[in-house]
Nanobody, 123 residues
Framework: QVQLVESGGGLVQAGGSLRLSCAAS????????MGWFRQAPGKEREFVAV????????YYADSAKGRFTISRDNAKNTVYLQMNSLKPEDTAVYYCAADAIYYDTSWPEYDYWGQGTHVTVSS
């Protein structure tokens, strides 16, 4: 199993930046595909970004392309989400998740989840 703990959320003005971190427990972090998802109030959870096990491949939702960057440091058991040019519509709870098998954008496929970190972007 792997336990995930997100951090780095907060309140930021539109146009600002935040860097989210997700720290994982265990020795097998490098065997998991890692994804970031978000859920805004009253909306369904949606995919944001995914990174392959060694970090050589990434994929983004259209809403994140050009503004967000996912990265990972397997030596530190941590995955990051750098978010730039933030917009009010980015306001949500952001979750990191680990998938033992698939490089996937579908949240039900992920095996482990963090508790989430709140991001609020004011206009």
């Amino acid at each position: 199993q792997v336990q995930l703990v997100e951090s780095g959320g907060g309140l930021v003005q539109a146009g600002g930046s935040l860097r989210l971190s997700c720290a994982a427990s265990g020795r097998t972090f490098g065997s998991y595909v890692m994804g970031w998802f978000r859920q805004a109030p009253g909306k369904e959870r949606e995919f944001v970004a995914v990174i392959s096990r060694r970090g050589e491949s990434t994929y983004y939702a259209d809403s994140a392309k050009g503004r967000f960057t996912i990265s990972r440091d397997n030596a530190k058991n941590t995955v990051y989400l750098q978010m730039n040019s933030l917009k009010p519509e980015d306001t949500a709870v952001y979750y990191c998740a680990a998938d033992a098998i698939y490089y996937d954008t579908s949240w039900p496929e992920y095996d482990y989840w963090g508790q989430g970190t709140h991001v609020t972007v004011s206009s």
